[in-house]
C-alpha cells in the first residue's frame, strides 16, 4: 500500500525543538522529490520546504528559512524536518507530501499530518 | 516568488448547481498547477495535476482548465460529498510550491 505516515509533533515551548519524521512505503521513495506543508488549525496551506530526490537540492519558505532543515535517508525511506526557535506561528499540522504526486495511476495520498503546537 | 490568487474566498451553493473557482498564478506557470479539496478534519485530497489531468477515481463531474496565469476548478451537478474547501497549488517553481488561498463551497 502506498502511504505516507507523519510523526514527531507534540506540544513544545516557544524557543524550543523539534524533529518531524515522515515514513514512505509502497512506492520508490528515492525517485520521489519531497515536499513538507503545513496548516495551521483554521487557516489554509503553506508549503514550507522542498528536497530533490537525492537530497542535493533543497528550498524552503521565507517563513522557516535558517530555523528549519529538511532531510531525507533513502535507505530508510524516510523524510525529516527538524525545527528550531519554534514560535507560535509555527503551530499547525505537518504533512509531507510528494512530487511527482502520484504512483502510476493513482495519487500518493497525503498522510493524516502531524500536529505540532507551540506553547508554554 | 510566485503567488496565487483564489476567487471567491467562499461561496454557497445547492446540490445540482455548477460551480466554477478561479486561480490566478502572479506570472506564467505553463500547467503546472494542481487542484485539492480538503473536508474538515482531514488531509487535503488531489482532485487535478498538470492544470486538467483528473487523477483516478476523482468524479467526471470535476473538470480543470487553463494555462499560463489563469485556470479554473469546474464542478458540474454539485454533489453533497463536494462541500468542502478547495485549493490550488502552482509547482512551477520549485523554489516555491505556492497555494492559493483557498475557497470554502458550502450549503446554501
Known amino acids: 500500500e502506498v502511504q505516507l505516515v507523519e510523526s514527531g509533533g507534540g506540544l513544545v515551548q516557544p524557543g524550543g525543538s523539534l524533529r518531524l519524521s515522515c515514513a514512505a512505503s509502497g512506492f520508490t521513495f528515492s525517485s520521489y522529490e519531497m515536499n513538507w506543508v503545513r496548516q495551521a488549525p483554521g487557516k489554509g496551506l503553506e508549503w514550507v520546504s522542498y528536497i530533490s530526490s537525492s537530497g542535493s537540492t533543497i528550498y524552503y519558505a521565507d517563513s522557516v528559512k535558517g530555523r528549519f532543515t529538511i532531510s531525507r535517508d533513502n535507505a530508510k525511506n524516510s523524510l525529516y524536518l527538524q525545527m528550531k526557535y519554534l514560535g507560535a506561528d509555527d503551530t499547525a499540522f505537518y504533512y509531507c507530501?510528494?512530487?511527482?504526486?502520484?504512483?502510476?495511476?493513482?495519487?500518493?495520498?497525503w498522510g493524516q499530518g502531524t500536529l505540532v503546537t507551540v506553547s508554554s | 516568488d510566485i503567488q496565487m490568487t483564489q476567487s471567491p474566498s467562499s461561496l454557497s451553493a445547492s446540490v445540482g448547481d455548477t460551480l466554477i473557482i478561479t486561480c490566478r498564478a502572479s506570472q506564467s506557470i505553463g500547467n503546472w498547477l494542481a487542484w485539492y479539496q480538503q473536508k474538515p478534519g482531514k488531509a487535503p485530497k488531489l482532485l487535478i495535476d498538470?492544470?486538467?489531468t483528473l487523477q483516478s477515481g476523482v468524479p467526471s463531474r470535476f473538470s480543470g482548465s487553463g494555462s499560463g496565469t489563469d485556470f479554473t476548478l469546474t464542478i458540474s451537478c454539485l454533489q453533497a460529498d463536494d462541500f468542502a474547501t478547495y485549493y490550488c497549488q502552482q509547482y512551477h517553481s520549485y523554489s516555491s510550491f505556492t497555494f492559493g488561498p483557498g475557497t470554502k463551497v458550502d450549503i446554501k
Open positions: 507530501t510528494t512530487y511527482p504526486f502520484t504512483y502510476g495511476d493513482y495519487a500518493i495520498n
Open positions: 498538470k492544470a486538467s
